[in-house]
Antibody, heavy 122, light 109 residues
Framework: EVQLVESGGGLVQPGGSLRLSCAAS????????MSWVRQAPGKGLEWVSA????????YYADSVKGRFTISRDNSKNTLYLQMNSLRAEDTAVYYC???????????????WGQGTMVTVSS | SYVLTQPPSVSVAPGKTARITCGGN??????VHWYQQKPGQAPVLVIY???DRPSGIPERFSGSNSGNTATLTISRVEAGDEADYYC????????????FGGGTKLTVL
């Protein structure tokens, strides 16, 4: 079964840091670009970041550029999101998502994790 | 950056047809994907590349895309279709790359 399981969310103070993980199983992880998508409470979906299958190319939304870093460990089938200088507006459920096609970040997301909640508050 | 515009809400009676639109500048030249999200759950892909259906998605769900509007059509609406629906495109010219619409709440009367 194809599965994504996020972890690492929690409560953090403004200006703090957090690292999210997404454990993948059931597919050839290294063949797929992966993305992080977030959803603030009561709001819509917002794409955050993406990374190529090899990890050599990364992409960020302007809202997180310079503060968040996406990475992956293909030997561990795990995707990461390092979040620094966190702000109240980063409060959201963070989902990792797999595209329906290999080797492209432009495809639709056919598999989503259950999400992990990040709350930035003092 | 590229903007996708969806109506905040659509209401439909059971058994009728619901149409949810997604507007964008020349969206017909892009591939549009649609997601269904129920409360407390992760999004589920229901239509990709304008009109393809993933396995397990009922044939009642269909999509079209032309000009400045893409449309998700749900035929013979059921109570279980009540959810938020989001359109999405990839825009390589945008600083956002992956763009989601604001979402439409489908209410089954």
């Amino acid at each position: 079964e194809v599965q994504l399981v996020e972890s690492g969310g929690g409560l953090v103070q403004p200006g703090g840091s957090l690292r999210l993980s997404c454990a993948a199983s059931g597919f050839t992880f290294s063949s797929y670009a992966m993305s992080w998508v977030r959803q603030a409470p009561g709001k819509g979906l917002e794409w955050v970041s993406a990374i190529s299958g090899s990890g050599g190319s990364t992409y960020y939304a302007d809202s997180v550029k310079g503060r968040f870093t996406i990475s992956r460990d293909n030997s561990k089938n795990t995707l990461y999101l390092q979040m620094n200088s966190l702000r109240a507006e980063d409060t959201a459920v963070y989902y990792c998502a797999k595209p329906v096609e290999m080797a492209t970040i432009s495809a639709a997301f056919d598999i989503w994790g259950q999400g992990t909640m990040v709350t930035v508050s003092s | 950056s590229y903007v996708l515009t969806q109506p905040p809400s659509v209401s439909v009676a059971p058994g009728k047809t619901a149409r949810i639109t997604c507007g964008g500048n020349n969206i017909g030249s892009k591939s549009v994907h649609w997601y269904q999200q129920k409360p407390g759950q992760a999004p589920v892909l229901v239509i990709y590349y304008d009109s393809d259906r993933p396995s397990g998605i009922p044939e009642r769900f269909s999509g079209s895309n032309s000009g400045n509007t893409a449309t998700l059509t749900i035929s013979r609406v059921e109570a279980g279709d009540e959810a938020d629906y989001y359109c999405q495109v990839w825009d390589s010219s945008s600083d956002l790359y992956v763009v989601f619409g604001g979402g439409t709440k489908l209410t089954v009367l």
